[in-house]
């Protein structure tokens, strides 16, 4: 897949802005079945089909800046623990212990000189291998050589830990192409978290994350927010293999001027000069990427009907303190923004779930959200997705 140029990206958003009719040989988009949001099987399938085996956002490299710091990655039913190892390399093992299968730790981060199983105290180094049993007499057939962790596929991504618990994943240089591509020119290594947040939310995962992926609802949603610094129907999407997509949208107001509250970048790819660049990252991954600082974002479900959004911000910083200010003022307009679509969200789940919205329609610009359920089923396979719940795959001919 080739990566868009400046001057292909602008007339696409220029096109976008001037169409004032569907366009011509693009296929009307099939109602998506309400259920989809609320099935209890559909939502199982997704979990072991989807989720357990995409490469997920586990955190940020500076979430483990010394040898021995660790992280544990909680969610979708896993317990994974991502460590900083003796030579300085990221590592990942399922949180078990390969006696009795005792989490080894329990604290969301830490450091550890090595790993010790509370249960029975047998112990693991940093490599996951299994170096100290209690009693090691006692055990007839033990072959230490053979009983370390289970590693967990892990990879850095210019500072952003993805990992993936599938035993024979798709290699990530394949499976995120397309988002390896968008930030070919874009500094993501220099950028640093300057804060998170966690949301509980009373919907299912895929609605949280089809709100990120068009931009319809913002004059009506954040007509005091976001449609105040973009122009929300500039939306020239770029659909990706692999359930990906970027969403380009104009800015009304150019944040990349230098000024005393905004910690400036030498190099970043000029479309950032007047253009907002939304990347969505499948399964549940998305930010509006630009160089002033950005939010990555995941929705992980809790179950069929509930989910979390997490987001941390991002964002490039020379060290001098003046621009604290700066980053508490990006962090409190993200929650403003993520309050407004929160009050809708939990309206839409109580509509699936009373059973008076049976399906949903998109229309043109809204096409990402129904890439993103083809690939879900593509992922969990047609052949098991129970009746009535697929969607009809149209939009392969319009897929980089």
Not at 221 to 242: C, E, F, I, N
Request: glycine share 8%.
């Amino acid at each position: 897949m080739k990566k868009l140029s400046v001057a292909e990206i602008t007339r696409l958003v220029d096109e976008d802005m001037e169409r004032d009719s569907y366009p011509a040989g693009f296929p009307a988009l099939p109602p998506i079945p309400g259920a989809r949001y609320t099935d209890e099987r559909f939502y199982a399938l997704e979990l072991e089909h989807v989720l357990k085996r995409s490469w997920l956002f586990a955190g940020h490299i500076e979430d483990i800046p010394a040898v021995g710091d660790y992280l544990l990655f909680s969610k979708v039913g896993l317990s994974v623990i991502v460590i900083r190892g003796p030579d300085d390399s990221i590592r990942a093992f399922h949180n078990s212990c390969r006696h009795r299968g005792a989490a080894l730790v329990n604290k969301p981060a830490g450091n550890l000189k090595r790993f010790v199983c509370p249960y029975h105290a047998w112990s693991y180094d940093l490599s996951g291998e299994l170096r100290g049993v209690p009693n090691e007499y006692d055990f007839g057939c033990l072959d230490k050589s053979e009983r370390g962790l289970v590693a967990v596929n892990v990879v850095n991504f210019r500072g952003l830990i993805f990992l993936n618990v599938d035993s024979d994943p798709q290699p990530f240089e394949d499976f995120a192409d397309g988002i390896i591509r968008t930030f070919s020119e874009f500094p993501l290594e220099k950028l640093t978290p300057k804060g998170t947040f966690r949301i509980e939310i009373p919907c299912n995962w895929k609605a949280l994350q089809n709100n990120f992926c068009e931009s319809y609802h913002v004059t009506a949603v954040h007509p005091q927010t976001v449609a105040k610094w973009v122009v929300p129907h500039s939306y020239a999407l770029h659909l990706m293999r692999g359930g990906h997509f970027t969403a380009t949208t104009r800015k009304k107001i150019a944040v990349r001027i230098p000024n005393p509250d905004i910690p400036s970048l030498d190099h970043v790819d000029p479309v950032y000069d007047h253009h907002v660049v939304g990347v969505k990252m499948f399964p549940n991954g998305v930010s509006a990427s630009d160089p002033s600082g950005f939010t990555w974002m995941t929705a992980w479900p809790t179950g069929p009907g509930t989910s979390v959004l997490e987001g941390v911000m991002l964002g490039y910083d020379d060290g001098d303190p003046k621009h604290e200010a700066y980053w508490q003022k990006r962090m409190d307009d993200n929650l403003m923004i993520v309050s407004e679509d929160l009050e809708v969200l939990q309206t839409i789940q109580q509509s699936f779930e009373c059973g008076a919205f049976s399906d949903m329609i998109c229309n043109y610009r809204e096409r990402a959200i129904y890439w993103h359920h083809e690939e879900i089923d593509r992922r969990i396979g047609l052949n098991r997705v129970p009746p009535g719940l697929a969607v009809e795959p149209v939009l392969g001919a319009f897929v980089d």
